[in-house]
């Protein structure tokens, strides 16, 4: 091979050369952005901090009630068993019920300065004394209202009449209601009753009842 054609072959390995290089490098995918995280996306609910403690979910809890929000208030209370309310309008305890936490409600639950603290049971009121028996916020596991026992008797001394078969769908949702509350919270005169509905705390029931104003 004679020198011009020693040359000329070299040129073109060297250009078959790069054009592979220059088709490898035009091939290669482009960098792909990560994939979003499952359930990260726009409008989903942050879970509660572990469920089955309720001091853990108690600042939780404070937030929405200390919320001027709508939104958290209604996510106080759960859409299907709503809360119920224990009241004393006039002589007799009556156990009434809200479908969620309104705005006129939310001004009856004085929540501001709740700092929980562990007690062994919820205080009772002295008439004699005018005053209750523990103050503070007290946080007491396991208190529960009589539900069942209140609507039942409400039917027979203020109503006048036995449970029939139209009152069987709300005793059954009561009862439900009844078993699930777990923790009471005891603060300025009211009892505030949580327990968890899938997964979540809600407020189930509260005791607003005056003592001593029969």
């Not at 109503?159 to 949702?173: A, H, S, V």
């Amino acid at each position: 091979m004679n020198t011009s054609a020693a040359a000329t072959a070299l040129l073109l390995a060297t250009c078959a050369f790069a054009a592979a290089g220059c088709t490898s490098t035009a091939k290669t995918p482009p960098r792909l952005p990560p994939a979003p995280t499952t359930g990260a996306g726009h409008g989903s609910a942050p879970a509660d901090p572990d469920t089955t403690d309720f001091t853990a979910a108690w600042p939780m809890l404070m937030g929405r009630f200390l919320s001027s929000e709508e939104a958290d208030h209604r996510a106080l209370t759960d859409p299907v068993h709503g809360l119920y309310l224990l009241d004393n309008p006039g002589a007799f305890l009556v156990l009434g019920h809200e479908p969620r936490l309104t705005s006129e409600l939310h001004r009856r639950m004085p929540l501001r300065g709740c700092r929980l603290r562990a007690a062994e049971a919820l205080p009772t009121y002295d008439c004699e004394t005018d005053r209750w028996s523990a103050g503070g916020c007290l946080h007491v596991p396991g208190a529960r209202p009589p539900l069942v026992k209140l609507y039942l008797d409400q039917l027979l001394y203020i109503e006048d009449r036995e449970p029939g078969p139209e009152d069987q769908p709300k005793l059954k949702l009561l009862r439900e209601s009844e078993s699930r509350i777990s923790d009471a919270v005891f603060f300025r005169g009211v009892f505030y009753y949580f327990g968890i509905v899938d997964g979540a705390w809600r407020l189930l029931a509260v005791n607003l009842e005056s003592p001593c104003s029969a």
